[in-house]
């Protein structure tokens, strides 16, 4: 079955950097690396400012989200939704660099500071930096969460609170509440997930060793200082922990639906006061701030660096854009063709053979990766082959293949319920006529499930064109993607450099984007 080849592949990849890993390490120096002071405090503040990031992204994201939810039908709205959401998915560096342009040190809010007198604002770096940045990115995932969730309220229930005049609290507990309560937890917990691990925003925007994550000591462990040892120890400890993290973010998604690239169909009537769009229209403006502020100040920093000079005369930036697609799309690619194996051998075990909890297993074989940061896989690969390759010559297959595997819950996440339930109602009909393997796929179900694999294509690949971890471990002057140049140029304070790169990265992503879901997407999606 292609699923058990799919589940062979990625088991295969995990195994050999688990052995890399567990060649170097040593129960005793983990102990003692436990018991370092410095160490202790990595581990605490990773999970802190994971838990304020999850907390503040929560407490921000409901009441914007409850005001947005009654005003969906103007196009207004639409377009606020639309940045929103174009912030989560961006690469994480473009992200950042917004931030940076509008709260860093010449950013617009320093210089407004210093326009009326006052010094330049310093408050980018260190724990305020994160959780902006972090409320960037994951308030638009838990907006649409959250707006996802009223899907599942039925019209009738409006009719009934409009018939009964309810108030603002009255719908909130009747309606609203019962709706999002079960979605919230889990939505905190992946947030908290994705800023446990999160490598860029800490390295570029965390200022020093004093806010540093576990994934940031161990990148310095491995690139810096080449303590080997070290790095082993932190990447068990994170196994651990994230292993845990994984633990309670299956166990509560058992009976909750959370789908972030659904599509939202909501209906709402507004039958609230004229006091209440008073409100609604503050928490529209924080909306804005929030996202279109660090947007614009990208945008329009990206446009002053434009120039032939700076892009189609330099070799560097050139490089960059080249490996970037090799690496990106290569990806991409791959991550779909390995999730479409799970996905058939999935579908034969549910529908024809009645084998859920193999089914099951196989999915889960394909997100053991979630436990495994991208830079810790990298690492045990590296230990792994270090004496049998040339590290330099197969570093583009080793990225390319981390990078496959580590979109994969991604790809399986988008394609998966949308393939199901086509298979669900068709396969009696492709069995009766005999329509089966790759005639199948092609000629008939990719035709009904192209906005999926759209959606999930534009993902993995902008997913991986903005990876900085690996790369960062893997490549050298030669092999160096927009990423790695962006971060450089940030670090030697080549400010037009890192813009021109961010610009073009930018216009990258949006193609991917435009091309997938316009071009080979459905057009009404």
Partial sequence: MPGLIASVLVLSLITISISGILEYANVQLMWKILRDDYIQRIISFTIYQSLLSALLSILIALPLALSVRKYTQYRAIKLILSLAWLSFVLPVIIGVFAIIKLHGVSGWFSD???????????YIYGMNGILLAHIFFNVPFAIRIILFSFNSVPPELWKIAIQNNFNRWNIFTVIEWPAIRHNLFITAAIIFSLCFTSFIVVLI???GPKYSIIEVALYYALKIEFNIDRAVSLGIIQIFIASCIVFVILSFTKSFNIEPYTKLKLNSP?????????????MLIVALFIFLLPILALIISCLKAFSYHNIFANPGLLNSIYWTLILGLSSGIISIVISIMFLITIKKLIITYKIKWLANMLELSGNLILILPPILLGTGIFLSLRNMYNIQEIAPYIIIGINSLTVIPFTLRIIGPEYLRVSYMYDKLFLAHNIKGIIRLLKYELPLLKGSFATAFAVAVTLSMGDLGLISLFGSTEIRTLPLYIYQSLGSYRMDNASAGIFVLLILVLTIIFISEYFLGEKDD
């Fill in 112 to 122: 407004i500071s210093v326009l009326f007198g006052y010094k330049k604002l310093e």
């Fill in 270 to 282: 507004n039958i609230e006061s004229r006091k209440a769009i008073i409100y609604d229209a503050i």
């Fill in 205 to 207: 925007l965390g200022g």
